[in-house]
C-alpha cells in the first residue's frame, strides 16, 4: 500500500541515524507498515543498513538480529542457514513451528523480520510465543544511547501495544543457551484450517526438570507459568484457566480461547511428563 503521508525515506547506518524526528518511523521488513493507511507516519528510517548480524552463537546463546527475517531463523533450525544449530540445542526444531503459527505466506517469511514481529505485539505474533517460551530478552537502544534488557514477555502490554518509548529501537532477542537446551513442545488452534492463531501454549522442561508453560495468541499478553518440576494435571489446569487476558474477537470468543489453551496445555504437559 502506497503511504501517501510520508515524505521523507531515509537508510541508517549508525546509531545516530537511529535518532527520530516527530511522525518517523523505523522500518523492518515493512510487511505490516505497508499493509494498512498510516497518517501519522512522515518519514521512515530504514534498518536493513545497519549491517546486524541475523544470527550471533555465543556461550550465552543466540542472539538474534532484530532485522533478522523469519525465514533466515527457520532455515538456521532446519541446517539450511550458514551457521549449524550448536549440539545439544533441541528447542531450535521448535522454530519452524512458531514460524507456521503466523498466518503468513514464503513471501512474508522472506520480508518480515524477527524485531518487526516483537515490536508490532500483537497476541498471535509468532516470535512473540517463541521468545516468551525460551525466556527470550529484547535487547533495547535508548534515544540517549544506553541499552536497556527486558523480557519479551513483560514487553507486551496489549494487543499491538509494549512498553518501547519512543525512539527505542529494538537491538535483538537474546535466547538463552539453557532454555535452547529444554526439551519444548508448541501447540495451536485455529477456528480456520488457515486462519490465525487463537491459541498458542508451550511447555519446555530445563536440565534442572524445571518447567515452563506459556499461553499466547489466547490472552493480551504471554502467560508465563513456572514450575520446580512438571505439574500434576490440576495444578495446571487451574493455572491456565486463571491466566489474565483471555478476549473475544471475530477469531474467537474469550471462553473457547481458555478452554482450549487448558486442552492444549494438558497435551503437552502429558508429552513432557512421559518423557520425563
Known amino acids: 500500500m502506497d503511504l501517501n503521508s510520508v515524505t521523507s525515506y531515509r537508510f ?4 545516530a541515524d537511529l535518532a527520530l524526528a516527530p511522525g518517523e518511523k523505523v522500518l523492518g521488513g515493512g ?6 493507511p498510516q497518517p501519522t507516519v512522515t518519514g521512515l528510517v530504514d534498518l536493513s543498513t545497519m549491517g546486524w548480524p541475523d544470527l550471533e552463537i555465543t556461550d550465552a546463546g543466540l542472539r538474534i538480529g532484530a532485522t533478522c527475517t523469519i525465514a533466515t531463523l527457520v532455515a538456521f533450525a ?8 550448536p549440539e545439544g540445542w533441541v528447542a531450535a526444531s521448535v522454530f519452524p513451528v512458531a514460524a507456521n503459527a503466523l498466518l503468513a505466506s514464503f513471501k512474508i517469511w522472506n520480508t518480515a523480520t524477527v524485531g518487526g514481529n516483537v515490536c508490532q505485539s500483537f497476541c498471535a505474533g509468532s516470535m512473540v510465543s517463541l521468545a516468551s517460551a525460551l525466556d527470550g530478552e529484547a535487547v533495547i537502544w535508548t534515544p540517549e544511547g544506553a541499552e536497556r534488557r527486558q523480557s519479551v514477555a513483560s514487553l507486551m502490554t496489549g494487543n499491538g501495544t509494549n512498553s518501547l518509548a519512543f525512539g527505542e529501537v529494538l ?6 543457551a ?20 487463537g491459541a498458542v501454549v508451550t ?6 526438570a524445571s518447567a515452563v508453560f506459556t499461553v499466547t495468541a489466547a490472552t493480551l499478553t504471554p502467560a508465563v507459568l513456572r514450575y520446580e518440576t512438571v505439574p ?3 495444578t495446571l489446569a487451574a493455572a491456565v484457566s486463571a491466566a489474565s487476558g483471555y478476549y473475544s474477537d471475530p477469531l474467537g470468543s474469550a471462553d473457547w480461547r481458555r478452554g482450549v489453551s487448558i486442552v492444549l496445555a494438558e497435551q503437552i504437559r502429558t508429552e513432557l511428563a512421559g518423557a520425563a
Open 78 to 85: 532446519e541446517g539450511r542457514g550458514p551457521e549449524s544449530v
Open 12 to 15: 541508517a547506518r549508525s546509531r
Open 178 to 197: 539453557a532454555a535452547l537446551r529444554s526439551r519444548l513442545l508448541m501447540r495451536k488452534i485455529a477456528l480456520a484450517e488457515l486462519g490465525r492463531s
Open 203 to 208: 511447555g519446555r522442561v530445563d536440565a534442572g
Open 232 to 234: 500434576d494435571a490440576a
Open 171 to 176: 537491538r535483538a532477542v537474546d535466547l538463552p
Open 31 to 36: 510487511t505490516w507498515l505497508f499493509s494498512e
